[in-house]
């Protein structure tokens, strides 16, 4: 039976104020709008491809490189934004990570150490958003359960994607509205997740490790 901790059960919603404040230059470009697509098995093969180039240029910085997000949920719609994330051992000493970053071309658009931390790099091409977080922080945590969770349970998967389209079309003039009013039919989905482990269903994500 899986038990998680209650700073992974309990998830962090942020505001639009928040996140004005957390901003750093330029937003991103593709905030002004929200555009759901059908799956593109393209999206993987630029996640890996992203993936190698981060390696190479942190090394032993890169505790961990995940592809998260709906993109990385096969049969999922998604925005046509690879989200990443990224394990360093501490986000405040971003000496550390965010020199060799800016020389792939990353720009860090948020900084938000009241969310565990993190921070947010966007690709040149603004087609990665790039998270960083802290060792042991819970955030990256939920992702993988969540995408694990999506990639098996189709049910939840196909909810999830119409619920985006959506949210999309109602939100079209208020763009930046998007990602809040997802929040009821993703926390609907966690309440399944961590009520599966609890009961220890099968299929069911099993309890995170420690680090």
Same mark, same amino acid.
């Given at each position: 039976?899986?038990?998680? $901790?209650?700073?992974?059960?309990?998830?962090?919603?942020?505001?639009?104020?928040? %996140?004005?404040?957390?901003?750093?230059?330029? $937003?991103?470009?593709?905030?002004? =709008?929200? %555009?759901?697509?059908?799956?593109?098995?393209?999206?993987?093969?630029?996640?890996?491809?992203?993936?190698?180039?981060?390696?190479?240029? !942190?090394?032993? +910085?890169?505790?961990?490189?995940?592809?998260?997000?709906?993109?990385?949920?096969?049969?999922?719609?998604?925005?046509?934004?690879?989200?990443?994330?990224?394990?360093?051992?501490?986000?405040?000493? /971003?000496?550390?990570? !965010?020199?060799?970053?800016?020389?792939?071309?990353?720009?860090?658009?948020? #900084?938000?150490?009241?969310?565990?931390?993190?921070?947010?790099?966007? =690709? $040149?091409? /603004?087609? %990665?958003?790039?998270?960083? &977080?802290?060792?042991?922080?819970?955030?990256? +945590?939920?992702?993988? !359960?969540?995408?694990? &969770? !999506? @990639?098996?349970?189709?049910?939840? #998967?196909?909810?999830?994607?119409?619920?985006?389209?959506?949210?999309?079309?109602?939100?079209?003039? @208020?763009?930046?509205?998007? =990602?809040?009013?997802?929040?009821? %039919?993703?926390?609907?989905?966690?309440?399944?997740?961590?009520?599966?482990?609890?009961?220890? /269903?099968?299929?069911?994500?099993?309890?995170?490790?420690?680090?």
């Amino acid at each position: 039976m899986a038990e998680y $901790p209650q700073d992974v059960v309990r998830r962090f919603h942020a505001t639009p104020d928040q %996140v004005d404040a957390g901003l750093v230059g330029e $937003p991103p470009r593709t905030w002004r =709008s929200v %555009v759901v697509e059908d799956h593109d098995p393209a999206w993987a093969l630029r996640y890996a491809s992203v993936r190698a180039l981060l390696t190479e240029a !942190l090394g032993a +910085v890169a505790i961990g490189v995940e592809h998260v997000g709906s993109t990385a949920v096969p049969g999922l719609a998604a925005k046509p934004v690879i989200d990443i994330d990224l394990l360093v051992e501490d986000t405040a000493d /971003e000496t550390g990570y !965010l020199p060799a970053l800016e020389r792939l071309g990353y720009r860090l658009v948020l #900084r938000e150490p009241w969310w565990h931390g993190h921070r947010m790099l966007l =690709s $040149p091409a /603004e087609d %990665v958003n790039l998270h960083v &977080w802290p060792r042991g922080a819970p955030e990256p +945590v939920r992702h993988r !359960l969540f995408r694990d &969770w !999506l @990639r098996t349970h189709p049910d939840d #998967r196909e909810r999830y994607a119409t619920a985006k389209r959506r949210l999309a079309r109602d939100t079209a003039q @208020r763009p930046r509205d998007y =990602s809040l009013a997802k929040n009821d %039919v993703i926390d609907s989905i966690y309440a399944r997740i961590f009520a599966a482990a609890a009961t220890g /269903e099968a299929g069911s994500p099993s309890a995170p490790a420690d680090g």
